[in-house]
């Protein structure tokens, strides 16, 4: 079971660009695994995100392709998560989580709440 | 945008039984969608109940079970016990891509 840390700013303004990074501890992060941002709106469900292998490949959401960023540093044993032109339905928990196809989010950070306003 | 569909909000007494479902926008829901169901309370992260359709993790209680049901994905709670009142959410995979449903809040009383 690995140790997953979310850190970034809790406020951004809009029309700016979330930053947020997952560290992986306890474990590798060149294992056969997807390195996933999932997201939840207060009050709301969640949203997956995208993913990241340690090669470097992701995938994305559609619905939020063009504005998601994620990579991964194999030096610092961490990925990370971009999401630009950022509005208020931006504002919602980001969890980082460890996925694998046969048992998705066995490892999940704690989250980290991001308010997108002035 | 595929779009999984589950009861908003279920409500069942202490010691009984209730099913949750979860329908996928694309047609029938079959084992190949690598199907997931997720337990979240509040203030929490969620937690891996069931994976692949039917099997549990290790620290799964045995009172819960996933299944395939009439071209749905269902997690059923038999026994239920006051402590499982929380949100659940199906995961599908759509190939290159997860959507979760939009999740049941589960009331004991």
């Known amino acids: 079971q690995v140790h997953l840390q979310e850190s970034g700013p809790g406020l951004v303004e809009p029309s700016g660009t979330l930053s947020l990074t997952c560290a992986v501890s306890g474990g590798s992060i060149s294992t056969i695994a997807w390195w996933t941002w999932v997201r939840q709106p207060p009050g709301k469900g969640l949203e997956w995100i995208g993913e990241?292998?340690?090669?470097?490949?992701?995938n994305y959401n559609p619905s939020l392709k063009s504005r998601a960023t994620i990579s991964v540093d194999k030096s610092k044993s961490h990925f990370s998560l971009k999401l630009n032109s950022v509005t208020a339905a931006d504002t919602a928990v980001y969890y980082c989580?460890?996925?694998?196809?046969?048992?998705?989010?066995?490892?999940w950070g704690q989250g980290t709440l991001v308010t997108v306003s002035s | 945008q595929t779009v999984v569909t589950q009861e908003p909000s279920l409500t069942v007494s202490p010691g009984g039984t209730v099913t949750l479902t979860c329908a996928s926008s694309?047609?029938?829901?079959?084992?190949?969608?690598?199907l997931n169901w997720f337990q979240q309370k509040p203030g929490q992260a969620p937690r891996a109940l069931i994976y692949n359709t039917d099997n549990k993790h290790s620290w799964t209680p045995a009172r819960f079970s996933g299944s395939l049901l009439g071209g749905k994905a269902a997690l059923t709670l038999s026994g239920v016990q006051p402590e499982d009142e929380a949100d659940y959410y199906c995961?599908?995979?759509?190939?290159?891509?997860?959507?979760f449903g939009g999740g049941t809040k589960l009331t004991v009383l």
């Open positions: 989580a460890k996925f694998t196809m046969a048992t998705p989010g066995l490892d």
């Open positions: 995961l599908l995979y759509y190939g290159a891509a997860w959507v």
């Open positions: 990241v292998y340690h090669s470097g490949s992701t």
């Open positions: 694309t047609g029938a829901v079959t084992s190949d969608y690598y």
